[in-house]
Nanobody
């Protein structure tokens, strides 16, 4: 059974930075893409960004562009989400996900439990 475990969340202030990590129990090169999603209180879960394999093509939501960066370390089976210039709107539960889908838009087969990020103004 595939497990995805997020870490690195917490309470920060507006303008701060935070790096989330997602460790996968299997080789992340198994998956066509690794993604990050978030769910704010009272809202639906939304796409934050993704990174593909092979290659390292990244895609971001408009709200993430220029502030967030996704990277991967295949040797550690870990995906990262570096978040800079955080805003209160970035508050939510952040989820890591894995996709084996070749088709676009992708379907996401595996999900982590999520981790809370709170940005205080």
């Amino acid at each position: 059974q595939v497990q995805l475990v997020e870490s690195g969340g917490g309470l920060v202030q507006t303008g701060d930075s935070l790096r989330l990590s997602c460790v996968v129990s299997t080789r992340i090169t198994t998956y066509r893409a690794m993604g990050w999603f978030r769910q704010a209180p009272g809202k639906e879960r939304e796409f934050v960004g993704s990174i593909s394999w092979p290659g390292t093509y990244t895609k971001y939501a408009d709200s993430s562009k220029g502030r967030f960066t996704i990277s991967r370390d295949n040797a550690k089976n870990t995906v990262y989400l570096q978040m800079n210039s955080l805003k209160s709107d970035d508050t939510g539960i952040y989820y890591c996900a894995a996709s084996t889908s070749v088709a676009i838009p992708r379907s996401w087969s595996y999900w982590g439990q999520g981790i809370q990020v709170t940005v205080s103004s």
